[in-house]
Structure formats: C-alpha cells, structure tokens
C-alpha cells in the first residue's frame, strides 16, 4: 500500500509517517520496482501502536525502547506500563505548577485592574508588576 494509504488507514498523516522513517521510529518501507512503498499490515500495526503512544505523549525515545522489545519477540507489556506510570506522574506535577501559574496570573490580572492602562513609561501599572518578576 502506498503512504496515502497508510495514513488514511492509521488516521496519522504522510508527513508525520515520514518524519517516523526519519526518526528510526518506522523502519523505511519496502519498495516496489516502480519505487512506490509497500506497506502492509505489519506496518499499520506498528504506526498504530507510534501514533497512540504519541497521544500518551510518550517520547520517540520511549516508543522505540517498546518497538525494540517487539522487534526482538520480547513483550514490551511491562515497559510500556511503567512508562505510562512515569507519564502520569509527570503530568500530575506539570498540573500542579500550572495551577499554581494559574493562581498567579489570577491575582496578577485582579492587581493590574487596580493600575491605569494608559502609562506609557509602563512606570505605574501592570507592565511594571510583570517587569519585576
């Protein structure tokens, strides 16, 4: 099957497919005398599997580690479930330090409604509280 196919199959698009190949992520694909790709299912699976530990948001480098064991006929089962956990646990403090960046923006915006809008000099007004962070 040719990459317009491929990606209409696994939803990703061709050139986030290439970027794959480039990456290591994908192997590149077999090719047919006419140089048109040949991909097979094996293919769909594999970009499958990339495509939803990408929206785990689960690194290239995660992702191969989890091919790599597939590759080599070991179940990557574990891996992958440690690997979510970690994921968890960063976005879980990235919740936190973005709630806090909340809570501050909050109190920021309510403090500048406070100062004038019109000071150019940015002297006496919310341009100043943000310079002196």
């Known amino acids: 099957m040719k990459i317009q196919e491929l990606s209409k199959a696994t939803g990703v698009s061709t050139k986030t497919i290439r970027f794959y190949e480039e990456s290591g992520v994908l192997p590149s694909p077999i090719r047919k005398p006419n140089g048109y790709r040949d991909n097979d299912q094996t293919d769909i699976n594999r970009l499958r599997l990339v495509a ?10 995660d992702i191969r580690e989890i091919l790599a064991l597939r590759d080599k006929h070991e179940a990557p089962c574990r891996t992958l479930l440690n690997q979510i956990q970690q ?3 960063e976005v879980a403090e990235r919740i936190i330090v973005l709630q806090r960046l909340e809570a501050e923006l909050r109190d920021l915006h309510a403090l500048g409604l406070t100062f004038p809008t019109d000071d150019v000099d940015g002297k006496n007004c919310v341009c100043h509280l943000v310079s002196e962070m």
């Open 87 to 89: 994921k968890t646990e």
């Open 52 to 61: 939803g530990a990408r929206r785990l948001d689960l690194s290239l480098d």
